[in-house]
Structures are given as structure tokens and as C-alpha cells.
């Protein structure tokens, strides 16, 4: 396919979002959406904020976990959305709802934790709420990125820059397993693993998506950590 065919086929497309787009907002009761695509967003926000006020009532184990199933429900709320054929509105709303909630499940969240675990101290607020600036800005660049990008292209995105958020999801039960097992003896590494997924948050540095093997790695190496979780006392 030459330039100027893709152009077309690519404005066609274009014209016909808009048309739907417009029908969409006539027939509209109520505001956002609502079908099969957007379940696991809802339901992995949802999670992160049982799992917010988990940490405010000291039940750390219960946080991590939520904190986990958020996880879980990014790694696949994408491929489950793009089994429907959407409208440009759709796509976009697509794109803030997911940054929206992973700035609750991957931001807020271990912001929180790690501000109640340390015992509500002053650098860990300090600390908290710059992990927080950093995971918003990651995810606000992500989203004019990624609309720029479904203008000009329908293939599936290879790579990240910077750091996802959703890394904190392993890493986080990670460090509270080694700490709760005696493995790192001091609550410090918990702020120092928040420091550094902040600063390679903003760092533009290209992260390769992973591919299927990846993810069967990813899928096993939290479901180890669940189950770690859940056995212990």
C-alpha cells in the first residue's frame, strides 16, 4: 500500500469515527461507557482503592494484594478492548480511563503504602508524593502520545518510553516479601524502590512490550508472589 492509499484509507476511517461519534453523543443517557472493553479497567480501579484503604487501615498484606490484582487486570484490559471494533471517542476515552486508573492503582496506591508502612513519617510523604508527580506525568505524556500515534497508525504499539507504571505491581510485593521474610532487613529499601521507579518513570528510555513469553513470565512470577502472599501469617 502506497502513501497516498493509506492517507485515504486512513481519512475514510477518520470521517466515518466522527459520523459514529456524533450518533453516539445523540443517543447518549449517560456520560463514559459502558460495555465488555472497559470491565477490567473499572474493576482493576476499583481494586487499587479497596487496596488504598487497606494501607490506611494498616492491612498491608490485603493492599499488596488489590495492589497485584490491578495488575492483573492491566495486562489484559487492552487485548480485551481491542476484540471490538471502536469509534475515535471510544478509543480516547479508552486511552484516559486506563491512565486515569493506573495513576490510582500504580501511583496512589504505593504512594500510599509506603507512607503508612513507614510509620507516616516525613520523608516518606516527601518521598510518596514525588512518586506520585512522576507516575502523573508519565501517564499524561503516555496519552498524547499514544492518540498521536492511533491518528497516524491501526498497529499494535512494540514499545514503551519510559518505565511503565504497572511495574511497581511486581516489584512492590517483591520487596514486602523479602522484608516480611528477613531477606532485606530495613523498610528504607521500599522509598529507595519508589525513588527509582519515579526518576525511570520520566526517563525517556525505549522499553521494549513484552511479547507472549513475557508475559507468561510476568503471569508466573505474580502468581508465585500471590501465593507467597497468601501463605503467609
Not at 487497606?54 to 498484606?61: A, C
Not at 505491581?169 to 519508589?194: D, E, H, R, T
Not at 525513588?195 to 512470577?221: D, H, M, Q, R, W
Amino acid at each position: 500500500m502506497d502513501n497516498n492509499t493509506r492517507q485515504t484509507v486512513v481519512h475514510t476511517r477518520i470521517q466515518h469515527s466522527v459520523r459514529n461519534d456524533k450518533i453516539e453523543q445523540e443517543k447518549k443517557t449517560l456520560l463514559g461507557y459502558y460495555d465488555y472493553t472497559v470491565i477490567l479497567t473499572y474493576s482493576g480501579m476499583l481494586s487499587a482503592f479497596i487496596g488504598i484503604l487497606s494501607s490506611i487501615n494498616e492491612h498491608f498484606k490485603a493492599a499488596v494484594i488489590c495492589l497485584m490484582l490491578s495488575g492483573l487486570c492491566d495486562m489484559f484490559d487492552g487485548a480485551v478492548a481491542s476484540t471490538k471494533v471502536r469509534t475515535k471517542s471510544q478509543k480516547r476515552f479508552g486511552i484516559q480511563i486506563d491512565s486515569l486508573s493506573d495513576l490510582i492503582s500504580f501511583g496512589v496506591l504505593p504512594a500510599v503504602f509506603l507512607y503508612m508502612y513507614s510509620g507516616k513519617s516525613a520523608l516518606s510523604g516527601v518521598i510518596s508524593s514525588v512518586y506520585v508527580l512522576c507516575s502523573l506525568i508519565r501517564l499524561s505524556y503516555f496519552n498524547v502520545l499514544e492518540e498521536n500515534r492511533q491518528d497516524n497508525t491501526d498497529e499494535k504499539r512494540s514499545d514503551y518510553l519510559g518505565v511503565p507504571v504497572t511495574t511497581v505491581a511486581l516489584l512492590l510485593p517483591m520487596i514486602y516479601l523479602s522484608y516480611f521474610c528477613g531477606i532485606i532487613k530495613n523498610q528504607i529499601w521500599f522509598s529507595v524502590m519508589l525513588i527509582i521507579l519515579g526518576v525511570f518513570f520520566i526517563l525517556s528510555v525505549n522499553v521494549k512490550k513484552p511479547n507472549t513469553y513475557g508475559k507468561i513470565a510476568i503471569i508466573l512470577l505474580g502468581t508465585a508472589e500471590i501465593i507467597s502472599l497468601l501463605i503467609i501469617n
